[in-house]
């Protein structure tokens, strides 16, 4: 006698169904990962560095002006200490607003770059180091004698993220884009 067996009578099956479900759902999500969710991901630190450098801005908003301690490099050396510090405060106030919303990303992100850089230079790299251990000493969050670099290389690098890949799909830059991709086609 020649009998079928069905879901229902054999233990293994739903536990099978199952598994096949779960693997089309990692199969489904592993797709969008690979497809779409990249354009979502500049949301991220573009949040992050706005805050960071908002903070930045509105503490030298209430400060003293404490550039004048500084040797900024070329070509900054040659603005005076007060219109580098107006600068800066300016940069680090309508940057991170414009991160945030998503506008002109590449251009805020390469001029937080510059800013960034000059401040690895003027205020966060070792005075004075021998060796790789001694600068790499630098590497850290507080300063001990070897500088302070390593919070403002990884925003330098979050920024160089931000300037290659855009704003991403949550932007204003995306959505201009889209609008007037849609107004050269209409």
């Known amino acids: 006698m020649n009998k079928t067996v069905s879901s229902t009578d054999c233990a293994v099956c739903p536990m099978l169904l199952t598994l096949r479900a ?19 991901a500049p949301l991220l630190p573009r949040l992050l560095l706005a805050y960071e450098f908002l903070e930045a801005g509105r503490e030298k908003l209430s400060a003293e002006n404490w550039f004048s301690e500084l040797a900024f490099p070329f070509p900054f050396n040659l603005l005076s200490a007060d219109v580098n510090w107006e600068l800066s405060i300016g940069l680090e106030i309508i940057a991170p607003i414009a991160l945030i919303l998503g506008i002109a990303t590449r251009f805020f992100s390469a001029a937080l770059a510059v800013l960034t850089i000059v401040a690895i230079a003027v205020a966060h790299w070792p005075g004075q180091w021998q060796s790789l251990a001694e600068l790499w000493r630098g590497y850290a969050i507080t300063d001990q004698g070897y500088g302070n670099y390593k919070l403002p290389l990884m925003y330098l690098f979050m920024l160089i993220s931000l300037l290659l890949s855009g704003g991403g799909r949550l932007s204003m830059d995306a959505w201009l884009a889209c609008r007037m991709k849609q107004f050269n086609d209409g």
């Open 22 to 40: 779960l693997w089309a759902m990692i199969r489904k999500t592993w797709r969008w990962l690979n497809n779409d969710a990249g354009a979502y």
